[in-house]
């Protein structure tokens, strides 16, 4: 259900300004016609984990191509392809730094044979119209609002026009943000208040689609947040003093805030927000225009602490402290155009390989920002399965957990759920049914199961007690895997804040970044990490050797796009969270349809 965003347009090569708001998918089907109008494409403006989408779907095709933005979308992907026995081939870019990879069931490894990175940057749809977590209101606040308010004026920005009101004009949106001439400074502020927290939630509401399955926002404007009574003493300017450092400025100085720990409530969010804008009218005027955010300017980070806790107010998201969002501020890369054209050939390459069944030449390709043995390309041959995989080994997965104290519910949603990213799951103890869902219950069956989620495992009539084999089944995935319990007493709250431990399943690893080497923008959709490659170990590319994963590690994101062309039938399904790819010429897939997402 993805749509198209201002800062979408610098990466591809299919999408132009007067697409702005309009489906992803439609749009490059459009655009692909225009240059190849004797093939049969089918574009789908839909959730790629929708119920149409399952495996007698994905049994049509030869191979998908996959470049969704989050990992959760192409676990869903991958399993769904293993389950149709579907050549999978998946892609990624961020920044210089991008990898093909193929995954061909029994063959090679599957997506989830080895640990991706957890994603370390955010897709704009989810910036500007469905945040969910904190991250994204401070991505919001700080590449969009700020940037909009006191950064180039000439740049385009996802604030103009919003995917959700594309048919309003962006020249509509520029007058809100500007500055009229000789209006008072706290009008202005309140008005783009009113603007960015009331009006754009509004609007967003009017999309009843998007809100089917997520919790509606709740618009704010400044009469309800901060009365005119209150906004009326806000900030003493004067408690800045005379200073010759505009970067000394602090909105929290003429608040009298002192703490930065504090969590604010809304209304002081409100006052910060106003203040800190007024303050960079009066003290900073002749920076406005061509300020970038910086973490160790305080008033720009008070602004945009202030504004994303408004905006986490808006979407029901916690507060959180300005020590808390300084430190989490950052972490967007930038994306390049030129990066997504070269994964989009090497993905045709791959594509080819797997159509004339070359399996002894497939390659996971790597693109490297700086080279390795004189290459800034790296093919390495794929892995063999890993026979510790859960999803496509089928071995058994060990959880250590007190039976005695722990309900079916934390095994479902800290287990299944977070960490086996199961959608449709089903829970069975031998031949007992502990837990299903599913469209096709009745009501007895929904309170049932309702009712064991909060039963204690041991009180169970078939009680789940150490050495009791759980099986959890995904069926829109058809997955299955086997859960064998282990009885343990007590848990280090602070290693272990799960109150359980799972092994066999491999934890997602944090890629820390150093901050003064990256360059954060919201431009980038990808879900991401930094490729890296290890310097002290070789990696061997000669046919019959295998690559070590602590060598090349993989960028996991989307973002990749290029010129679509096939002599066959092509399908493109637009998911919530992704970008689209399409790619050019095979002619041996002249008779089947070639999946693409």
């Given amino acids: 259900m993805d749509t198209i965003e201002v800062s979408n347009l610098n990466r591809q090569f299919l999408f132009r300004q007067s697409h702005v708001g309009q489906s992803k998918a439609k749009v490059a089907r459009d655009a692909v016609l225009k240059f190849r109008p004797h093939i049969s494409i089918t574009p789908y403006h839909a959730n790629v984990k929708d119920p149409d989408f399952n495996v007698d ?34 892609s990624g870019t961020t920044g210089f730094l991008g990898q093909v990879t193929v995954h061909v069931k029994g063959i090679t490894e599957c997506y989830e044979c080895q640990p991706k990175p957890a994603p370390k940057t955010y897709p704009v749809c989810t910036i500007t119209s469905t945040p969910s977590k904190f991250v994204h209101c401070i991505v919001w606040a700080k590449e969009l609002l700020f940037a909009k308010l006191f950064g180039d004026k000439s740049q385009a920005n996802d604030l103009n026009v919003r995917s959700s009101d594309g048919a309003s004009s962006s020249e509509q949106a520029e007058d809100v943000f500007e500055h009229r001439k000789d209006e008072d400074i706290e009008q202005y502020g309140r008005r783009i208040y009113d603007h960015v927290f009331g009006y754009n939630i509004e609007v967003a509401l009017s999309n009843e689609e998007t809100w089917k399955n997520r919790n509606r926002p709740k618009p704010i404007y400044s009469r309800d947040a901060m009365p005119n009574d209150v906004s009326q003493q806000n900030g003493n300017v004067e408690k800045n003093g005379a200073t010759n450092d505009p970067s000394s400025v602090s909105a929290m100085v003429s608040l009298g805030l002192k703490n930065p720990q504090d969590v604010w409530s809304l209304m002081e969010n409100s006052r910060v927000f106003l203040e800190a804008l007024k303050l960079f009218f ?166 049932n199961y309702a009712a064991n989620l909060d039963k204690v495992l041991s009180e169970f009539p078939s009680p789940v007690t150490s050495g009791t084999m759980l099986t959890i089944e995904d069926l829109q995935q058809e997955l299955s895997c086997n859960i064998n319990i282990k009885h343990r007493e007590e848990f280090d709250e602070e290693k272990e804040p799960d109150g359980m431990v799972l092994t066999g399943w491999t934890q997602a690893t944090s890629v820390v970044k150093d901050d003064k080497k990256s360059n954060a923008n919201v431009g980038s959709t990808s879900s991401a990490s930094e490729l890296e490659t290890d310097k002290n170990n070789e990696i061997e590319t000669a046919p019959g050797k295998k690559r070590k994963m602590s ?47």
């Fill in 282 to 447: 009066m003290k900073r005027g002749k920076e406005i225009g061509n300020m970038i955010f910086d973490k160790d300017d305080q008033l720009a980070v008070e602004f945009v602490t202030a504004a994303a806790n408004i905006r986490a107010t808006a979407f029901g998201i916690p507060l959180h402290s300005l020590f808390e969002a300084k430190g989490i501020a950052g972490n967007i890369v930038h994306a390049v155009a030129t990066t997504n054209a070269i994964i989009a050939g090497l993905i045709v390459i791959e594509t080819v390989k797997v159509l004339q069944n070359d399996a002894k030449n497939y390659r996971m390709t790597y693109c490297l920002e700086h080279p390795t043995r004189k290459m800034l390309l790296m093919p390495v041959e794929p892995f063999e399965p890993n026979k510790s995989c859960y999803v496509c080994s089928e071995t058994p997965l060990s959880l250590e957990i007190n039976t005695n104290r722990a309900k079916l519910r934390d095994i479902v949603e800290k287990i299944v759920k977070n960490k086996l990213v199961m959608n449709s799951p089903l829970i069975m103890h031998g031949a007992a049914l502990l837990y299903e869902v599913g469209d096709d219950l009745d009501e007895a069956m929904i309170k």
């Fill in 551 to 597: 060598d090349v590690s993989e960028a996991d994101t989307s973002s990749v796009a290029g010129d679509a062309k096939s002599h066959g039938k092509l399908e493109v399904l637009d998911d919530d969270d992704d970008d689209v790819v399409m790619f050019d010429d095979w002619d041996s897939a002249a008779n089947k349809k070639l999946r693409l997402q």
């Fill in 57 to 90: 779907f994905f049994k049509q095709f030869n191979v998908v191509l996959n470049g969704l933005d989050n990992l959760d979308a192409r676990r869903h992907v991958n399993r769904l392809c293993l389950a149709a026995d579907v050549p999978l081939i998946e």
